[in-house]
């Protein structure tokens, strides 16, 4: 079955980077997107981008220059990278999975919670 | 890109239908026909329930139903259910080739 399983709960301070991993199993990994998004507490969802399996990327413009997207098909697994964290980037971070120009995200991994507190 | 505007809070009693709105604008929700609905229940993550304005993915229920008008999409829950009691957010695809979500709507069963 479609599995996108994400790396565990994270703690930074405020300017350190936070690196979350989504690794995927159950289908072809090649065949489809890989999208972040995330929710901060109490909060709505908030699409922060996308990558494909060749590492083309397409970022949110809230969140060009601050986020990083990166692949590795050799273990199925994508990894996202955010900078220069604030108090208000605490949010869960949701890696979700888009069958090319299909515009919706049809399977979702469990969330990562990354709390940013000095 | 701003969030898409959804009502806050919309109810309704066991076996009744509810509809909700996701208004947007010409660069997204009356630009495409990739609007897209999902459900999240507390603690969990969001759940694909339509797609492409008015399709449904095998296994949600049909009593779940969507269309557009314009820069408007809607939701329909028929048969209201206890279970169906949570957050629903739209997304639509944006001519940016970007993508934005609904400021999420609550669904309370009474």
């Known amino acids: 079955q479609v599995q996108l399983v994400q790396s565990g709960a994270e703690v930074k301070k405020p300017g350190a980077s936070v690196k979350v991993s989504c690794k995927a199993s159950?289908?072809?990994?090649?065949?489809?997107?890989i999208h972040w998004v995330r929710q901060a507490p109490g909060q709505g969802l908030e699409w922060m981008g996308m990558i494909n399996a060749g590492g083309g990327t397409n970022y949110a413009p809230k969140f060009r220059g601050r986020v990083t997207m990166t692949v590795d098909t050799s273990t199925s697994t994508v990894y996202m990278d955010l900078s220069s964290l604030r108090s208000d980037d605490t949010a869960i971070y949701y890696c979700?999975?888009?069958?090319?120009?299909?515009?919706?995200?049809?399977?979702w991994g469990q969330g990562t919670l990354a709390t940013v507190s000095s | 890109q701003s969030a898409l505007t959804q009502p806050a809070s919309v109810s309704g009693s066991p076996g009744q239908s509810i509809t909700f709105s996701c208004t947007g604008t010409s660069s997204d929700v009356g630009a495409v026909n990739h609007v897209s609905w999902y459900q999240q229940h507390p603690g969990k993550a969001p759940k694909l329930m339509i797609y492409?304005?008015?399709n449904r993915p095998s296994g949600v229920s049909d009593r779940f139903s969507a269309s557009k008008s314009g820069n408007t999409a809607s939701l329909t829950i028929s048969g209201l259910q206890a279970e169906d009691e949570a957050d629903y957010y739209c997304?639509?695809?944006?001519?940016?080739?970007?993508?934005?979500f609904g400021t999420g709507t609550k669904v309370t069963v009474l």
């Open positions: 979700a999975r888009e069958l090319p120009s299909g515009c919706y995200f049809d399977y």
């Open positions: 997304n639509s695809f944006t001519s940016s080739s970007t993508y934005v």
């Open positions: 159950g289908y072809i990994f090649t065949k489809y997107y």
């Open positions: 492409d304005v008015s």
